[in-house]
């Protein structure tokens, strides 16, 4: 199943269950995540601009600023999911990763 579609079937079966039931496991887990970080991320974009213009007084040092600090949260990130998701340097880091395991039917 493609992101995409496990995100509109994780929307889908939330609005069909009844007032006050949860959705559990890592798919809605990780939706729910994905959902906060994307809310908060203006606020956490404004107050790192604004606090940069306050401190640098220079508008586009400020705006530098925030976009490499976009930056380098995108790339540590990104690094995370090649080292813990896709299973690189598990060999060198003396892990293993889980393999997925096949939905029953």
């Known amino acids: 199943m493609q992101r995409g579609e496990l995100r509109a ?3 889908r ?5 009844p007032a006050g039931a949860l959705l559990g496991g890592p798919a809605a887990e ?3 995540l994905e959902s906060a ?3 908060r991320l203006p606020v956490v974009v404004g107050v790192v601009l604004g606090l940069s213009f306050v401190l640098l007084r220079a508008p586009l040092a400020a705006a ?3 976009a490499l600090s976009l930056l380098a949260t995108t ?6 999911r090649l080292v813990f998701q896709e299973g690189a340097l ?3 880091l003396g892990f293993e990763s889980p393999e997925p395991e096949p939905a029953p039917g």
């Open 30 to 32: 990780a939706r729910d």
């Open 64 to 66: 530098a600023v925030v």
């Open 75 to 80: 790339a540590a990130f990104g690094v995370a």
């Open 90 to 92: 598990d060999r060198l």
């Open 13 to 17: 079966v939330r609005g069909e269950l």
């Open 9 to 11: 079937t994780i929307d």
């Open 37 to 39: 970080l994307v809310s």
